[in-house]
T-cell receptor
Framework: DGGITQSPKYLFRKEGQNVTLSCEQN?????MYWYRQDPGQGLRLIYY???????QKGDIAEGYSVSREKKESFPLTVTSAQKNPTAFYLC?????????????FGQGTRLTVV | DQQVKQNSPSLSVQEGRISILNCDYT??????FLWYKKYPAEGPTFLIS?????DKNEDGRFTVFLNKSAKHLSLHIVPSQPGDSAVYFC???????????FGKGTRLSVIA
């Protein structure tokens, strides 16, 4: 069954800790993205990767880091520098052809700072 | 500056009637548009999409209309069902694997 798997579903972080959110896809998509959702804010782009070993900052990259060592995996680290990390995080993968675009999301990770 | 706008934060519709969700965009480089449905605490699920070379795409109860000259698209749901109650996001894509650009969403409530 093809899809995107995010883990964990719920994550609690203490102040000053780094945490890493996992995202794995078996859709063979080149591009992967991380979005953050806050109430009333829609989906805001944190980081994206269009190809293995390459990634770009999105609109709200400060306090986050990523890696893309494998096509299937795009983990997101929320560092202690992120001042307001409590949010719902969504990972997506994306593929475009000349005639079609498809993008699928994982089920999300709810991160709470305690 | 928002490139994709969903100007109605919420919409209420009676069960069995038509729901029309609207989306406007500013960037004429967008050539593919997608609609997603999202329940609380879940990832968005893909609903329907349309290429800029078309003006309509239909899939069951869902139809998307694209008016390129007005830079406007709309999602029609007929007939609306209580299970359609969710937040709907409009997204736009450039060619290549550049990130999708999302609107802020419209919360649809279908009242039985």
């Amino acid at each position: 069954d093809g899809g995107i798997t995010q883990s964990p579903k719920y994550l609690f972080r203490k102040e000053g800790q780094n945490v890493t959110l996992s995202c794995e896809q078996n859709l063979n998509h080149d591009a992967m993205y991380w979005y953050r959702q806050d109430p009333g804010q829609g989906l805001r782009l944190i980081y994206y990767s269009q190809i293995v070993n390459d990634f770009q900052k999105g609109d709200i990259a400060e306090g986050y880091s990523v890696s893309r060592e494998k096509k299937e995996s795009f983990p997101l680290t929320v560092t202690s520098a992120q001042k307001n990390p409590t949010a719902f995080y969504l990972c997506a993968s994306h593929a475009r052809t000349a005639l079609k675009a498809e993008a699928f999301f994982g089920q999300g990770t709810r991160l709470t700072v305690v | 500056d928002q490139q994709v706008k969903q100007n109605s934060p919420s919409l209420s519709v009676q069960e069995g009637r038509i729901s029309i969700l609207n989306c406007d965009y500013t960037n004429s480089m967008f050539d593919y548009f997608l609609w997603y449905k999202k329940y609380p605490a879940e990832g968005p699920t893909f609903l329907i999409s349309i290429s800029s070379i078309k003006d309509k795409n239909e899939d069951g109860r869902f139809t998307v209309f694209l008016n390129k000259s007005a830079k406007h698209l709309s999602l029609h749901i007929v007939p609306s069902q209580p299970g359609d109650s969710a937040v709907y996001f409009c997204a736009a894509s450039y060619s290549g694997n550049t990130p999708l650009v999302f609107g802020k969403g419209t919360r649809l409530s279908v009242i039985a």
